[in-house]
């Protein structure tokens, strides 16, 4: 089916430690964005891309990296896992449309120990 | 920077009534989207209904409808009928229709129905 692939679903990382979290589309959409969810405060936008090669900051981009090197993938990044980066991360994906919602992934929850 | 706010933690009704949920949000924009996004407990995000903002006329898509009042900058979700499965977080959230189109979301309101 068509949509927006996360991988892993879990994760349990030590401090310190990196990883990067997949995320690909297959809709051929050109905005793709990651952001995280936390309890009380919503969906926080993290990184976000307008297409291939071109990325920007959110509101939350410390501590991580991305990249888009093909219209499809948007990988994020943990550079060195804190405690603090527990969340539940989604990516999600939109047209140029201005009538799309986001098409969002199942979420990856992840904990830092 | 745009700024979208749910009022409302936690809000529950008895099963087949009516429930409204209630947001407000701050821009300078004249044009833009508005959605309902629907988060079960199986933490997948379902759209549940949009609006732009030059349209006039009120959004509905089955049991689900909103009040959009544009000079107030509020715009309430009303959910009919509620059934059991209507039980979830439900976020607000705006996108600009010019440059990048990021979401802004609300903080979220949990929704408990009570059979």
């Known amino acids: 089916n068509a949509g927006v692939t996360q991988t892993p679903k879990f994760q349990v990382l030590k401090t310190g430690q990196s990883m990067t979290l997949q995320c690909a589309q297959d809709m051929n959409h050109e905005y793709m964005s990651w952001y995280r969810q936390d309890p009380g405060m919503g969906l926080r936008l993290i990184h976000y891309s307008v297409g291939a090669g071109i990325t920007d900051q959110g509101e939350v981009p410390n501590g991580y990296n991305v990249s888009r090197s093909t219209t499809e993938d948007f990988p994020l990044r943990l550079l060195s896992a804190a405690p603090s980066q527990t969340s539940v991360y989604f990516c999600?994906?939109?047209?140029?449309?201005?009538?799309?919602?986001?098409?969002f992934g199942s979420g990856t929850r992840l904990t830092v120990v | 920077a745009q700024t979208v706010t749910q009022s409302q933690p936690e809000m529950s009704v008895q099963e087949a009534e009516t429930v409204t949920l209630s947001c407000t949000y701050d821009t300078s924009e004249s044009d833009y989207y508005l959605f309902w996004y629907k988060q079960p407990p199986s933490r997948q995000m379902i759209l549940v209904i949009r609006?732009?903002?030059?349209?006039?006329q009120n959004a509905t898509e089955n049991r689900f409808s909103v009040n959009f009042q544009k000079a107030a900058k509020s715009f309430s979700l009303k959910i009919s009928d509620s059934q059991l499965g209507d039980a979830a977080m439900y976020f607000c959230?705006?996108?600009?229709?010019?440059?990048?189109?990021?979401?802004?979301f609300g903080q979220g309101t949990r929704l408990t129905i009570n059979p």
């Open positions: 999600a994906s939109s047209s140029r449309d201005r009538g799309y919602g986001y098409t």
């Open positions: 609006q732009e903002a030059y349209k006039q």
């Open positions: 959230a705006y996108r600009r229709i010019q440059g990048a189109q990021k979401l802004v």
